[in-house]
């Protein structure tokens, strides 16, 4: 007999769980985990409660606010059962009973989902409708999730739309897509349609904040609102990110820093920004071009830079308009938004968008980006420059002296003409003076204008405004009342009712006269007394040369 002894297998070393990635370990198990999309919950509890629950369910939205994670907690909400096995669908589903577990495990048999991506055709359509006369295995409903459902054929669609009518008591279809325009009609007006909503900034940065203190990686605060902003509203998109942003943080347990998301993600810093718009819009072309190539050498993509550009003016823009200010932004970046606000007009503003904005697409395709983005900065700081194109026209309506674009400083203003000896009188006041001022000072042929064609709004010198009338007499009569009185005249086209021109006026008061003499009693007598007889009016004198 053998003393030695049987110590069985040798301990064999643990092996490490497999890692899953922030998108997958943090999808929603609740509807209370469910961020972004209250109104959606609170209409399918009231739903729930009521025992009103639709046959068919639509969920649409972008990529990554929780459509799928919706509908597998609709199939727990539907399916629970309760810790005692005795429960009822509830918009809080247990978590612990064979349902709720094994809907979350995606082992449930009853929970059937399929992606319509690669079940596009009738025969998958005729699997699921046989399929669906079936009993539900163990589950109270079974229940269908159709991914992507927009990809499904003409005629899957058409094959699914009287079952999607009128399924069986026992089933539930939950539809998703991301583009519902591309669902037929039909099939929209059979569901239950919920659009679920981009998740704001702020819920996604309070989000990542509870997901990394989960994890135990400190991160700062900026860095949080880099990646919640880039997400565009899409939580797995953020958590993707912040996955990849602690994989790049340093080991050194200074955690996830803004600097190195930045860099991560080939965003500009907002202040590098704030330098390069502020040059750009001062006419600064050398110092706009080395800020540019500065950012372009720490790694910013010049598409990106320009999209920086483009928010500053959109945030301009909503501070001219009296939005609310964004919290997140800084204190210098707000106090700097105001600033800017106060000297750009609106009509700046949108010019510089479209200009931005077709600089950026000519960036996106262009063979060689940093080039094609100087010379796209170079044009809009040339088009800054130019006068604004209502004040263009207003200066050539009125006559007024063109600004030179070359400078960015305004040119100052050339001293008013002396006045001659004849306008050193007081200013016309009405048309009627106005025609006499004109002939006085040998500008007949002016005053011949303004006497047809002159019919007048409203008259306080120096300002005048005038029913429509050819720009270029408004041109003509600016320039000429300057040089006569020495003062800047403001001659425009108005709204309003329009007085009649001298000449229509004269011509008025001629027919007045004449209807007036045919009233008298002595032509009238002699109308009378000879029938054929008829009153001539006087022919107009001949103009001597």
């Known amino acids: ?56 369910f ?45 809907i979350a495990e995606g082992r449930n048999i009853d929970v059937i989902e399929m992606d319509a ?52 008591e026992h089933v539930k279809f939950i539809l998703a897509t991301t583009e519902v325009n591309k ?8 569901c239950q349609r919920f659009d679920l909503r ?4 702020e819920t996604l940065e309070a989000h990542f904040a509870r997901v990394l203190e989960a994890e135990g990686v400190p991160a700062e605060a900026e860095a949080l609102r880099l990646i919640a902003a880039a997400a565009e509203g899409s939580v797995r998109d953020g958590l993707s990110i ?17 600097d190195a998301v930045r860099g991560m993600l080939g965003l500009s810093d907002r202040g590098a920004v704030r330098a390069l718009f502020g040059k750009m819009v001062s006419g600064d072309a050398s110092g706009t071009l080395a800020d540019l190539r500065g950012q372009y050498d720490l790694g910013i993509d010049p598409a990106g830079v320009f999209a920086g550009l483009m928010e500053t003016v959109h945030a ?30 609106n009509a700046v503003l949108h010019r510089l968008w479209q200009l931005l904005l077709k600089g950026h697409d000519e960036v996106v395709r262009a063979a060689l980006p940093i080039e094609a983005a100087e010379m796209a900065l170079l044009r809009v700081i040339h088009a800054s420059q130019l006068p604004d194109p209502g004040d263009l026209a207003r200066q050539i309506a009125e006559g007024a002296p063109m600004a030179s674009p070359a400078s960015a400083a305004p040119a100052p203003s050339a001293p008013p003409p002396t006045p001659t000896a004849q306008a050193e009188q007081t200013l016309p006041r009405d048309v009627a003076e106005l025609f ?68 229509e006026q004269a011509e008025a008061a001629k027919a007045d006269t004449y209807d007036a003499a045919l009233r008298s009693p002595v032509v009238a007598a002699a109308i009378e007394n000879f029938p054929e007889a008829e009153l001539i009016q006087p022919a107009k004198p001949a103009r001597r040369m």
């Not at 025969?123 to 163990?138: H, N, Q, S």
């Not at 669902?183 to 059979?190: A, C, G, K």
Request: hydrophobic share 40%; aromatic share 4%; net charge neutral.
């Open 1 to 56: 007999m053998s003393d030695s002894l049987d110590l069985g297998e040798p301990a064999q070393p643990v092996k490490p769980e497999a890692y899953r990635v922030l998108a997958r370990k943090y999808r929603p198990q609740t509807f209370a985990e469910l961020i972004g999309q209250d109104a959606m919950v609170t209409t399918l509890g009231n739903a729930i409660k009521r025992e009103r629950l639709a046959h068919a």
């Open 58 to 102: 639509l969920m649409t939205g972008v990529r990554g606010v929780g459509k799928t994670s919706t509908a597998r907690l609709i199939a727990k909400a539907l399916n629970c059962i309760g810790p005692d096995g005795q429960g009822g669908p509830t918009i809080s589903p247990c978590g612990v009973c064979e349902p709720c577990v094994s």
């Open 117 to 168: 991506a690669s079940h596009t055709g009738v025969d998958d359509m005729r699997g699921v409708i046989d399929a669906a006369r079936l009993a539900a295995f163990g589950a109270r409903y079974k229940i269908y999730i159709i991914d992507e459902v927009h990809m499904l054929s003409k005629n899957a669609f058409n094959a699914l739309l009287k079952t999607l009518e009128e399924p069986p």
């Open 183 to 190: 669902v037929p009609i039909t099939v929209l007006s059979r």
């Open 198 to 201: 981009r998740v704001s900034v």
């Open 242 to 258: 912040l996955d990849q942003a602690i994989a790049h943080a340093d080991l050194d347990g200074a955690g996830v820093q803004a």
């Open 316 to 345: 301009i823009t909503l501070e001219r308009v009296g939005a609310a200010p964004d919290v997140a932004r800084s204190a210098d970046e707000r106090k700097a938004l105001t600033e800017w606000a106060g000297k750009l007009s």
């Open 436 to 503: 006499d001022f004109l002939s006085k000072n040998d500008k007949e042929l002016l005053a011949n204008k303004v006497r047809l064609n002159l019919r007048v709004i409203r008259m306080v010198p120096p300002d005048i405004e005038t029913g429509p009338v050819d720009a270029d007499l408004l041109k003509e009569l600016a320039t000429v009342l300057r040089e006569l009185t020495g003062t800047a005249w403001q001659i425009r086209v108005g709204e309003g009712n329009a007085q009649p021109s001298l000449r």
